[in-house]
């Protein structure tokens, strides 16, 4: 295989994880894991309590790595302020004037800065280095993985807006609760600092009292401490999460209605078999077993678990 053909393989293969995530430090992570497609080297800084926090990198020496995720710099300064403060740039390189946050890295020969804005808001950047004669290097896909990262994290934001409105409407028998009277979500950027400075995982009795209170708490999609061996199933059971998560973004009050009234399959219809169709699509090798992959998505993501609602 040519180097060409291996990087647009690891950027398809990246870009897929990158929509089947759910979670800020899932797709952060993922984000920085698919820039080996074209630095070898990157790193990623979020604005956190009005500072620059290093978050994680890859590809550095272990000593410049701890040292990245120790670093703050003022928000307002330097090159990652100057990459924030321009609103139409998907990437650019150092002025002359400018410098790469200094944690330790080897001297580099090019060094390009990628912002990543939700919401209209910058709230990470990616940065970029080689030296000579390294490879890959190409700008042009780190940007597309910066733009996949924004519209999934502008998703998951969605989705909690959602999730706060829902939690925020009164029981049947009481009068609702319109959204504008609903608690507005947290900002962007402290949601996804919640998460993704963190990279914790939340506990199972914890995850319980979320689904408790909103009826939509997220999946894993597989059992916890658990992956799948073969990569085409994972990738297929990452997909399978996606469809059911869209399908549950876009239908929440259906869904919840359904799950009370046990006539979920029949209210959704019509998505699920649309959602079936680009599952069949995208993996057509895997047959019924793909497809089974897809219903168990259903299961856990619209049916909270109760396969009777889809029998």
Same mark, same amino acid.
């Given at each position: ?170 029981? *049947?028998? =009481?009068?609702?609760? /319109?959204?504008?009277? !609903? $608690?507005?979500? &947290?900002?962007? @950027?402290? +949601?996804? #600092? *919640?998460? =993704?400075?963190?990279? /914790?995982?939340?506990? !199972? $009795?914890?995850? &319980?009292?979320? @689904?408790? +209170?909103? #009826? ?96």
């Amino acid at each position: 295989m040519s180097r060409d053909a291996a990087t647009l393989e690891t950027l398809d293969r990246k870009l897929a994880e990158l929509a089947s995530f759910l979670s800020p430090s899932e797709i952060f992570r993922a984000l920085l894991e698919g820039t080996v497609a074209g630095a070898p080297r990157a790193s990623v800084f979020l604005l956190r309590e009005g500072r620059w926090k290093g978050w994680s990198s890859i590809g550095y020496p272990a000593p410049a790595a701890a040292r990245q995720r120790q670093m703050t710099t003022p928000a307002d300064a330097g090159w990652l302020a100057a990459l924030a403060a321009e609103e139409d740039v998907r990437w650019r390189s150092l002025t002359e004037d400018e410098e790469v946050p200094d944690f330790g890295q080897p001297p580099s020969l090019d060094a390009v800065g990628l912002p990543v804005r939700v919401g209209g808001k910058t709230v990470a950047v990616v940065i970029a280095e080689r030296s000579a004669g390294e490879s890959p290097w190409s700008p042009a896909a780190l940007s597309i993985l910066c733009q996949a990262a924004r519209l999934r994290l502008e998703l998951d934001l969605a989705w909690r807006r959602l999730k706060s409105v829902t939690a925020a409407s009164a029981p *049947a028998a =009481a009068p609702v609760v /319109t959204a504008a009277a !609903a $608690p507005p979500p &947290a900002p962007i @950027a402290t +949601a996804i #600092e *919640a998460e =993704a400075i963190h990279e /914790t995982t939340p506990s !199972a $009795p914890a995850e &319980a009292g979320a @689904a408790a +209170a909103s #009826e939509m708490a997220p999946w894993s999609g597989v059992a916890a401490g658990t992956i799948d061996a073969d990569p085409r199933r994972e990738e297929a059971r990452r997909y399978a999460r996606l469809v059911a998560t869209d399908i549950r973004l876009y239908n929440e009050e259906t869904v919840i209605a359904g799950r009370r009234q046990r006539d979920l399959a029949a209210r959704l219809a019509e998505q699920l078999q649309r959602g079936r169709e680009a599952f069949s699509r995208r993996f057509p090798d895997l047959g019924a077993d793909g497809g089974k992959l897809l219903e168990e998505a259903y299961v856990q993501v619209l049916g909270g678990g109760d396969r009777s609602l889809f029998s």
